[in-house]
């Protein structure tokens, strides 16, 4: 069964490759990407390959929950702060029109503490969330290669695997909600050990 996902951050360079890699009838389809409303070339390349998938942009997060027939929200789109935003926007319009228990994908780079925190916030409000940190930057995501960080719950692990082997690959660290983001705080910590060297 495809799953219908929603997408924040769908025309940063890590998302939106995801509109090529995913076809519209594999493991996931995006039914609606939000955008901000930057306008470049490169973001008018990426909102043609979201039309292409088969995905409606939208640019309000009201409209990007839709009636709650989805079920997750796929969100990279900046850091702690920038991402506090967006959940504080975000999770009241799901409260409203959430059909079952959804899930929030949450690939940006955060903090251990921040995942914690939006792990507890997020159940209590009846959703699922995993942290899921990338690496590999912009051309790993294009050519679907990057590495995917993943920890937290293993059965939401195991049904979102087969999407997260279109767009990379992906590497499962167990239960804690925090050890994807320790992982890449470790890493960062090798690469600049290893420039200070």
Known sequence: ????????????????????HLK????????????????????????????????????????LVGDGDYDGVVICAGKNA??????????PHIRERKKGRPFILHLSTVSAGFAQAAYDFLSAEGIDYVNYPLTGGPLGAENANMLILASGSESLYSRLEPTLQAIGNPRYFGESVTAGAEVKLIGQLMVFNGLVG
Request: aromatic share 6%; proline share 3%.
């Open 82 to 91: 920038d991402d506090c935003d967006i959940f504080r926007s975000l999770v």
């Open 24 to 63: 519209s009838k594999g493991p996931a389809r995006f039914l609606r990407i939000h955008d901000r409303g930057k306008k470049d070339e490169r973001r008018n390349r990426c909102r043609q390959a979201w039309k292409a998938h088969g995905a409606d942009i939208v640019h309000d997060y009201e409209s």
């Open 1 to 20: 069964m495809t799953i219908k996902l929603l997408g924040i951050g769908g025309m940063g360079l890590m998302l939106s490759p995801s509109a090529k």
